[in-house]
């Protein structure tokens, strides 16, 4: 028996686990294969001041994944006939190299694209990033990231100058006496996180914000807090509003805004036409309950200088995935400016990631105008930087690319990208407009999707390289607080089942690519830590063997010194050393006539799954719970259209049809409707969701989405 | 696209004047606009709704600022202020200024706003202002009037809040004349500082033009209760002086055509507010209860002349053979409308101007919501609320008549200071009242705005605002109420494992994986085992 200290695949609380297993030759050993592996190997809680030992459904029953009788073990080529055939992996990756040159010999670099995603360790991100553009010399690269964190990182950089999701310890929030949280079910979400509000919720502080009674909201019950119902997608005036009252009420931190900050008269000017009446009016919330939060906001951020206890605003996706999600994003900052949380060692604001590798695989170059460190790809200092250790050319790096959703339009357009490449990502169920992507792909000259499973968009691949799972693999992860923490290898992979390191270094060899590209994630890491030297997100004091020691290790980590728990207590990020306020006006205000069935559709994660669903549908336990969408819907609103508990439903607008079963509750606003975003075929909730991005961030409008939702009659064709 | 810049002139730099400016800023940047700003009051722009909230002392001036008068300056705005205009010469396209100098313009945007009215009352000298006979003199054009007595104001401008919050910081004693919003809000926010505050007007209940009865007098009973002394049915007819130490008139109590007395220190008259159309008239522009424009906001005559705001009347222009009656409606009064058409006023000119397609239609007003600011008082309304349940029935409508019939919906609680109507038309509502219910105000308010159909069982919106809406409702041992969230594992799931023999913590967990995430439910699974253990015992004996 070995044990194997490492963290959990999915989200990006990164619960620490054990994985134990019989040597990693067990499978040779075994005549029955894969059904001994994974009796052999087990989950167990690690305690770590993330988790303390606590792991939720998601990640006791992870290890099942890694004998999955689903799993590819071999490359896949898709034959003239459509079907797919086993191939050797040098006749896969010479036939997918001869695509690649011929692509940019006929239609240039760019016509060559990457999709890169969030759960994908950092040295895969960093090195996804560095072949794109040395290998193939494209800017065409982005991820799937962008429909996730890429509002509030444009926010707080613009405020603080960085970017790191929550800028102090998770644990820290223990001691809080006031919590709000704006747009994040994290009690399914990310459960093992709850305990951290167990101090605010003791304080009857744990304010949440959300258009549902989500378990979240649930925790506030019982005098630990208070639940605020707005309706979907005001957000943005809610947060203006409050800012208002609390300058409005004198409760500003009159000494921080003029040590710490610049800007604030705009944001002044600006937030007086939110007086409290007027945001009642677009939000639902009531003037008394807007007035009450403002002020236990203010009094827990003074009662944190004085006692150290202090106030916690916290965002998720609800604020965040909307055409206007960064200047949401930036209310939520500027509020907490005002009140004087950020920077100091008693309160905060923090946006809470949600993939694996969320922080780290929005650091280190997978974004289409970034290089690693979190630097701008168009500084010429950070390109002779970068370019110095790769070995390359600072003017043979391209520019700028698309972003995600505009890289997903591109395909097959005219002048646009012709061949692709999808790691870490199943945009067929997470892109918004889903079908409208799912025909794009279809137009591609050749598509390559390196995957575990045969997620919705491997099956419409030319090929699939199959890829190791976590257990199967080295390298590092930056958790939701910016801690750097390793994956370590418990288990041999399959024996056909390659990591993509060893695919970069293939491709690019075969590629005649200038630099190199190591397959030793040890060896890389090494390399991404003295790109990222002197850049935001800094890794040069890192490396295996101080992280294998298990030293926190928070980053900024420059070498020569300790890292960084708590960032800004000192000086904002920013040259002047301040944070910034940004005065953000709300425009999209409003929305359609609820008459006749029309509905906002709002859409989130379950206890069960995890993002597209391709690992944990996969996983009896947690399909046999979550088996299928349903569609909360209110009461009131169900049987105004007819529609009873479990009654088949169809949900459509001019985007597409979901057709799904109902789940009456009185959890949700009556004018809103929720589909969890994990389902394939017709039950997919991104059919219905829509591309229009925000225009700094890239982010689609995910949150606030207009639908049709009646009975579906002909039931049986369903069943 | 012109080769010359367009001449804009936006005269009166209130919130909605201010609005249009940043606005329009865009284009003023780009160059293909000149805007010229003239403004009467020198200070920059303020956020006049705010202004009874500075007068009780709940704003600071700072907080009243609304724009950033650098930012159009740098963008290249030319601002005039502590200027007036005092005439519009339509056939040279000029306007005149109080300087003497001359302004020429392209397109002219009146906002000149509204100033508060001054009821007729023994012992108020009040300037005549005969809409037949328009003013000649130029230099009385943008002044509030003769001045009021010591210890008699208005609200409308800083001066105004000012006076009005010297006496509400040393606790003196306020008379409102008038129940309107304003009135209503500043008598309660007196009286919530611990200041004496009375409000007198003339009929039954207090804002009249906004409640029905039913609403109107659950709102007087909480003002009652509030501290607030009410004096309904009352007409004000003079006023009664007492001369200060230096030998000056200062108000001293106000008399009622009853012959009643009412005294105080302060009598702030609160009648509402008329449009300052002087400018407009004496320019020769149609003008009825504001500067009358059309869907458009152009003037019915003068197609380079637009009015926004309080003191803009917008009603389609008459065509020959039309009725010579004043139009119907007239300006709202409040902010919203206002700056929903510096928006789109501005959205217009930047198309216009740039020779893109024209921006979509001015939404319809639709009736503004009125809502009372005060600290535990909600009121908000709109609409006609006039309709009583037993009033009107499908039954009583005619087969076939065009519109839809009105059903109201009520709630009334005058004891508990709670009162709801909703008129509705097909489901979507047509105007409501709500009081002392402020979730449900809230909600009704959503969906009036966007005109959506209400549930069918109306009291769904009621329930907002009941003790039973929180989450606590249900028993925390049902067997559906989950117990760990982490792993999804139910009171239910627990007790069947714990009568499958897992009758501690542990076990539990290593069953059910309950109490295996973040460990914070596990006191509340050895709560839900004591009871199994309990039952149990009891059923074994």
């Given at each position: 028996m070995t044990a194997t200290a490492t963290h959990c695949p999915y989200c990006a609380l990164q619960c620490a686990m054990t994985l134990s297993s019989a040597a990693a030759t067990a499978r040779e050993a075994d005549a029955d294969g894969s059904a001994s592996l994974a009796a052999a190997v087990t989950v167990a809680g690690r305690d770590f001041p993330t988790n303390r030992g606590g792991l939720c459904k998601k990640g006791w029953t992870s290890a099942e994944l890694l004998v999955s009788p689903d799993r590819i073990l071999e490359p896949l080529l898709r034959q003239a006939d459509g079907?797919?055939?086993?191939?050797?992996?040098?006749?896969?990756?010479?036939?997918?190299?001869?695509?690649?040159?011929?692509?940019?010999?006929?239609?240039?670099?760019?016509?060559?694209g990457v999709f890169g995603g969030g759960g994908l360790t950092n040295e895969k991100a960093y090195q996804l990033g560095k072949f794109t553009r040395v290998a193939l010399r494209s800017s065409r690269i982005d991820y799937n990231g962008r429909f996730c964190m890429s509002s509030a990182a444009a926010a707080g950089n613009r405020a603080f100058g960085l970017d790191r999701g929550l800028p102090f310890r998770v644990d820290e929030l223990d001691a809080a006496d006031t919590i709000l949280i704006l747009g994040s079910n994290v009690a399914q979400t990310m459960p093992p996180f709850i305990g951290h509000l167990d101090g605010a919720r003791a304080?009857?502080?744990?304010?949440?914000?959300?258009?549902?009674?989500?378990?979240?909201?649930?925790?506030?019950?019982?005098?630990?807090?208070?639940?605020?119902?707005?309706?979907?997608?005001?957000?943005?005036?809610?947060?203006?509003?409050?800012?208002?009252?609390?300058?409005?009420?004198?409760?500003?931190?009159?000494?921080?805004?003029e040590a710490r900050t610049t800007g604030f008269d705009a944001v002044r000017r600006s937030v007086s036409q939110w007086w409290p009446t007027r945001v009642q009016e677009q939000t639902g919330v009531p003037v008394w309950q807007l007035r009450e939060l403002a002020r236990r906001l203010a009094a827990g951020a003074a009662r944190g200088a004085a006692t150290g206890s202090g106030t916690y605003i916290l965002t998720g996706r609800g604020v965040e995935q909307h055409a206007d999600g960064t200047d949401t994003a930036t209310a939520a900052i500027n509020l907490s400016l005002v009140l004087g949380l950020v920077g100091t060692s008693h309160s905060g604001y923090g946006t809470l990631t949600g993939q694996g590798n969320g922080q780290g695989g929005r650091e280190h170059g997978q974004k289409c105008d970034q290089l690693p460190g979190y630097r701008k790809i168009t500084d010429p200092a950070a390109r002779a930087h970068v370019a110095g250790v790769w070995g390359v050319d600072p003017d043979s790096l391209p520019g700028v690319g698309l972003p995600a959703v505009e890289l997903l339009s591109a395909l097959g357009e005219p002048g646009g990208i012709r061949c692709l490449l999808v790691h870490g990502s199943n945009v067929v169920v997470s892109a918004p407009n889903a079908d409208r992507v799912r025909a794009a792909l279809k137009t591609l000259d050749f598509l390559v999707v390196a995957d575990f499973f045969f997620?919705?968009?491997?099956?419409?691949?030319?090929?699939?390289?199959?890829?190791?799972?976590?257990?199967?693999?080295?390298?590092?992860?930056?958790?939701?607080?910016?801690?750097?923490?390793?994956?370590?290898?418990?288990?041999?992979?399959?024996?056909?089942?390659?990591?993509?390191?060893?695919?970069?270094?293939?491709?690019?060899?075969r590629l005649n690519s200038p630099g190199t590209f190591s397959a030793e994630a040890a060896a890389v890491f090494d390399e991404l830590c003295q790109a990222s030297a002197g850049g935001l997100a800094d890794y040069s004091g890192l490396s295996y063997a101080l992280l294998d020691s298990e030293e926190p290790a928070f980053w900024p980590y420059p070498v020569g010194s300790t890292g960084t728990p708590r960032?800004?207590?000192?000086?904002?990020?920013?040259?002047?050393?301040?944070?910034?306020?940004?005065?953000?006006?709300?425009?999209?205000?409003?929305?359609?006539?609820?008459?006749?069935?029309?509905?906002?559709?709002?859409?989130?994660?379950?206890?069960?799954?995890?993002?597209?669903?391709?690992?944990?549908?996969?996983?009896?336990?947690?399909?046999?719970?979550?088996?299928?969408?349903?569609?909360?819907?209110?009461?009131?609103?169900?049987?105004?259209?007819?529609?009873?508990?479990?009654?088949?439903?169809?949900?459509?607008?001019d985007r597409g049809t979901v057709r799904c079963r109902a789940q009456v509750s009185t959890d949700i606003r009556f004018d809103t409707v929720f589909l969890p975003f994990h389902f394939a075929g017709d039950q997919r909730a991104n059919l219905l969701t829509d591309d229009e991005t925000d225009p700094i961030s890239g982010m689609p409008e995910f949150k606030k989405t207009t639908v049709r939702v009646k009975a579906l009659v002909e039931a049986g064709a369903h069943v | 696209m012109s080769e010359k810049p367009e001449r804009i002139v936006l005269v009166g730099y209130g919130p909605v004047g201010a609005r249009f400016v940043e606005e329009l800023l865009p284009l003023v940047r780009q160059g293909a606009a000149t805007l010229t700003v003239v403004g009467a009051e020198s200070a920059d722009a303020y956020n006049r709704v705010l202004i009874a909230e500075y007068a009780v002392g709940n704003a600071d001036r700072e907080s009243l600022d609304i724009t950033d008068t650098l930012a159009a300056r740098e963008a290249g705005v030319h601002l005039r202020r502590g200027v007036g205009v005092t005439a519009i010469l339509r056939s040279r396209r000029v306007v005149s200024l109080s300087d003497g100098t001359l302004l020429p313009y392209d397109r002219l945007v009146l906002a000149t706003g509204a100033r508060a009215n001054?009821?007729?009352?023994?012992?108020?000298?009040?300037?005549?202002?005969?809409?037949?006979?328009?003013?000649?003199?130029?230099?009385t054009l943008d002044t509030s009037g003769a001045p009021l007595p010591r210890g008699v104001t208005v609200l409308r401008d800083l001066d105004d809040a000012e006076r009005v919050l010297a006496a509400v910081t040393a606790g003196k004693r306020i008379v409102v004349l008038g129940a309107g919003v304003l009135g209503m809000e500043i008598a309660l926010a007196a009286a919530a500082a611990g200041g004496e505050a009375c409000v007198v007007y003339h009929g039954e209940i207090p804002m009249a033009r906004n409640l029905d009865r039913g609403g109107g007098s659950v709102l007087a009973r909480s003002a009652r209760r509030a501290g607030v002394t009410m004096v309904n049915h009352s007409r004000a007819e003079s006023l009664l002086f007492h001369q200060d130490d230096d030998g000056v008139d200062r108000f001293d109590a106000l008399i009622c055509a009853d012959g009643k007395q009412i005294h105080g220190d302060l009598l702030l008259l609160s009648c509402g507010v008329g449009a300052r159309?002087?400018?407009?008239?004496?320019?020769?522009?149609?003008?009825?209860?504001?500067?009358?424009?059309?869907?458009?906001?152009?003037?019915?005559?003068?197609?380079?002349?637009?009015?926004?705001?309080?003191?803009?009347?917008?009603?389609?222009?008459?065509?020959?053979?039309?009725?010579?009656?004043?139009?119907?409606?007239?300006?709202?009064?409040?902010?919203?409308?206002?700056?929903?058409?510096?928006?789109?006023?501005?959205?217009?000119?930047?198309?216009?101007?740039?020779?893109?397609p024209d921006t979509a239609a001015l939404a319809a007003s639709a009736s503004a919501v009125v809502m009372l600011k005060a600290e535990g008082i909600d009121v908000v309304s709109v609409g006609n609320t006039s309709a009583d349940p037993g009033d009107l029935s499908v039954d009583d409508h005619a087969a076939g008549c065009a519109s839809a019939p009105l059903h109201v919906s009520q709630w009334a609680d005058p004891e508990h200071g709670r009162y709801v109507k909703m008129v509705t038309r097909d489901g979507i509502l047509d105007g409501f009242v709500c009081v002392g219910m402020p979730r449900t105000a809230a909600e009704l308010t959503l969906l009036f705005e966007r005109g959506s159909e209400l549930p069918a069982d109306r009291s769904v919106l009621l329930r907002y605002d009941g003790p039973d809406y929180e989450p606590e409702a249900g028993s925390a041992f049902a067997r559906d109420a989950t117990v760990c969230w982490c792993n999804g594992v139910t009171v239910g799931a627990i007790a069947d494992s714990a009568e499958a023999g897992n009758t501690t913590i542990a076990c539990i967990g290593a069953a059910t994986r309950a109490g295996t995430g973040c460990g914070g439910c596990k006191a509340r699974i050895g709560d839900v085992l004591e009871r199994f253990a309990a039952a149990t015992a009891e059923s074994a004996s």
């Amino acid at each position: 028996m070995t044990a194997t200290a490492t963290h959990c695949p999915y989200c990006a609380l990164q619960c620490a686990m054990t994985l134990s297993s019989a040597a990693a030759t067990a499978r040779e050993a075994d005549a029955d294969g894969s059904a001994s592996l994974a009796a052999a190997v087990t989950v167990a809680g690690r305690d770590f001041p993330t988790n303390r030992g606590g792991l939720c459904k998601k990640g006791w029953t992870s290890a099942e994944l890694l004998v999955s009788p689903d799993r590819i073990l071999e490359p896949l080529l898709r034959q003239a006939d459509g079907t797919f055939e086993p191939a050797a992996w040098s006749d896969a990756l010479d036939l997918v190299a001869a695509k690649l040159r011929e692509t940019r010999a006929e239609f240039g670099a760019d016509a060559v694209g990457v999709f890169g995603g969030g759960g994908l360790t950092n040295e895969k991100a960093y090195q996804l990033g560095k072949f794109t553009r040395v290998a193939l010399r494209s800017s065409r690269i982005d991820y799937n990231g962008r429909f996730c964190m890429s509002s509030a990182a444009a926010a707080g950089n613009r405020a603080f100058g960085l970017d790191r999701g929550l800028p102090f310890r998770v644990d820290e929030l223990d001691a809080a006496d006031t919590i709000l949280i704006l747009g994040s079910n994290v009690a399914q979400t990310m459960p093992p996180f709850i305990g951290h509000l167990d101090g605010a919720r003791a304080a009857g502080g744990l304010v949440v914000v959300d258009p549902r009674r989500t378990a979240t909201a649930r925790l506030t019950a019982d005098g630990a807090g208070m639940h605020v119902q707005p309706t979907p997608g005001s957000d943005f005036v809610l947060l203006l509003g409050l800012t208002h009252i609390v300058i409005a009420e004198k409760l500003v931190d009159q000494d921080y805004l003029e040590a710490r900050t610049t800007g604030f008269d705009a944001v002044r000017r600006s937030v007086s036409q939110w007086w409290p009446t007027r945001v009642q009016e677009q939000t639902g919330v009531p003037v008394w309950q807007l007035r009450e939060l403002a002020r236990r906001l203010a009094a827990g951020a003074a009662r944190g200088a004085a006692t150290g206890s202090g106030t916690y605003i916290l965002t998720g996706r609800g604020v965040e995935q909307h055409a206007d999600g960064t200047d949401t994003a930036t209310a939520a900052i500027n509020l907490s400016l005002v009140l004087g949380l950020v920077g100091t060692s008693h309160s905060g604001y923090g946006t809470l990631t949600g993939q694996g590798n969320g922080q780290g695989g929005r650091e280190h170059g997978q974004k289409c105008d970034q290089l690693p460190g979190y630097r701008k790809i168009t500084d010429p200092a950070a390109r002779a930087h970068v370019a110095g250790v790769w070995g390359v050319d600072p003017d043979s790096l391209p520019g700028v690319g698309l972003p995600a959703v505009e890289l997903l339009s591109a395909l097959g357009e005219p002048g646009g990208i012709r061949c692709l490449l999808v790691h870490g990502s199943n945009v067929v169920v997470s892109a918004p407009n889903a079908d409208r992507v799912r025909a794009a792909l279809k137009t591609l000259d050749f598509l390559v999707v390196a995957d575990f499973f045969f997620s919705e968009t491997a099956v419409l691949a030319d090929v699939v390289l199959p890829v190791t799972q976590w257990a199967e693999e080295e390298g590092t992860m930056t958790s939701l607080e910016g801690r750097v923490i390793r994956r370590r290898q418990a288990v041999e992979a399959p024996g056909g089942v390659r990591s993509e390191l060893w695919i970069w270094q293939e491709l690019a060899r075969r590629l005649n690519s200038p630099g190199t590209f190591s397959a030793e994630a040890a060896a890389v890491f090494d390399e991404l830590c003295q790109a990222s030297a002197g850049g935001l997100a800094d890794y040069s004091g890192l490396s295996y063997a101080l992280l294998d020691s298990e030293e926190p290790a928070f980053w900024p980590y420059p070498v020569g010194s300790t890292g960084t728990p708590r960032l800004f207590l000192d000086r904002f990020a920013h040259p002047d050393g301040r944070a910034h306020f940004v005065a953000v006006t709300a425009r999209r205000l409003g929305a359609p006539a609820q008459v006749g069935g029309t509905l906002t559709l709002i859409t989130g994660r379950l206890l069960e799954h995890y993002q597209s669903g391709t690992q944990t549908r996969r996983v009896k336990e947690l399909a046999d719970a979550r088996p299928e969408a349903r569609l909360q819907l209110h009461p009131a609103t169900a049987e105004q259209l007819g529609i009873e508990d479990e009654a088949w439903v169809e949900v459509s607008n001019d985007r597409g049809t979901v057709r799904c079963r109902a789940q009456v509750s009185t959890d949700i606003r009556f004018d809103t409707v929720f589909l969890p975003f994990h389902f394939a075929g017709d039950q997919r909730a991104n059919l219905l969701t829509d591309d229009e991005t925000d225009p700094i961030s890239g982010m689609p409008e995910f949150k606030k989405t207009t639908v049709r939702v009646k009975a579906l009659v002909e039931a049986g064709a369903h069943v | 696209m012109s080769e010359k810049p367009e001449r804009i002139v936006l005269v009166g730099y209130g919130p909605v004047g201010a609005r249009f400016v940043e606005e329009l800023l865009p284009l003023v940047r780009q160059g293909a606009a000149t805007l010229t700003v003239v403004g009467a009051e020198s200070a920059d722009a303020y956020n006049r709704v705010l202004i009874a909230e500075y007068a009780v002392g709940n704003a600071d001036r700072e907080s009243l600022d609304i724009t950033d008068t650098l930012a159009a300056r740098e963008a290249g705005v030319h601002l005039r202020r502590g200027v007036g205009v005092t005439a519009i010469l339509r056939s040279r396209r000029v306007v005149s200024l109080s300087d003497g100098t001359l302004l020429p313009y392209d397109r002219l945007v009146l906002a000149t706003g509204a100033r508060a009215n001054i009821p007729t009352l023994d012992g108020v000298t009040r300037v005549r202002r005969d809409r037949q006979i328009p003013p000649t003199d130029a230099a009385t054009l943008d002044t509030s009037g003769a001045p009021l007595p010591r210890g008699v104001t208005v609200l409308r401008d800083l001066d105004d809040a000012e006076r009005v919050l010297a006496a509400v910081t040393a606790g003196k004693r306020i008379v409102v004349l008038g129940a309107g919003v304003l009135g209503m809000e500043i008598a309660l926010a007196a009286a919530a500082a611990g200041g004496e505050a009375c409000v007198v007007y003339h009929g039954e209940i207090p804002m009249a033009r906004n409640l029905d009865r039913g609403g109107g007098s659950v709102l007087a009973r909480s003002a009652r209760r509030a501290g607030v002394t009410m004096v309904n049915h009352s007409r004000a007819e003079s006023l009664l002086f007492h001369q200060d130490d230096d030998g000056v008139d200062r108000f001293d109590a106000l008399i009622c055509a009853d012959g009643k007395q009412i005294h105080g220190d302060l009598l702030l008259l609160s009648c509402g507010v008329g449009a300052r159309t002087e400018l407009a008239q004496l320019a020769g522009l149609p003008v009825s209860t504001g500067v009358l424009v059309d869907e458009n906001l152009q003037s019915w005559t003068d197609a380079r002349i637009y009015a926004i705001g309080d003191c803009a009347h917008v009603a389609a222009a008459p065509r020959a053979g039309d009725s010579t009656a004043p139009p119907a409606g007239g300006p709202s009064g409040l902010i919203g409308p206002g700056w929903r058409q510096a928006d789109w006023l501005a959205a217009r000119f930047i198309a216009s101007v740039l020779g893109r397609p024209d921006t979509a239609a001015l939404a319809a007003s639709a009736s503004a919501v009125v809502m009372l600011k005060a600290e535990g008082i909600d009121v908000v309304s709109v609409g006609n609320t006039s309709a009583d349940p037993g009033d009107l029935s499908v039954d009583d409508h005619a087969a076939g008549c065009a519109s839809a019939p009105l059903h109201v919906s009520q709630w009334a609680d005058p004891e508990h200071g709670r009162y709801v109507k909703m008129v509705t038309r097909d489901g979507i509502l047509d105007g409501f009242v709500c009081v002392g219910m402020p979730r449900t105000a809230a909600e009704l308010t959503l969906l009036f705005e966007r005109g959506s159909e209400l549930p069918a069982d109306r009291s769904v919106l009621l329930r907002y605002d009941g003790p039973d809406y929180e989450p606590e409702a249900g028993s925390a041992f049902a067997r559906d109420a989950t117990v760990c969230w982490c792993n999804g594992v139910t009171v239910g799931a627990i007790a069947d494992s714990a009568e499958a023999g897992n009758t501690t913590i542990a076990c539990i967990g290593a069953a059910t994986r309950a109490g295996t995430g973040c460990g914070g439910c596990k006191a509340r699974i050895g709560d839900v085992l004591e009871r199994f253990a309990a039952a149990t015992a009891e059923s074994a004996s």
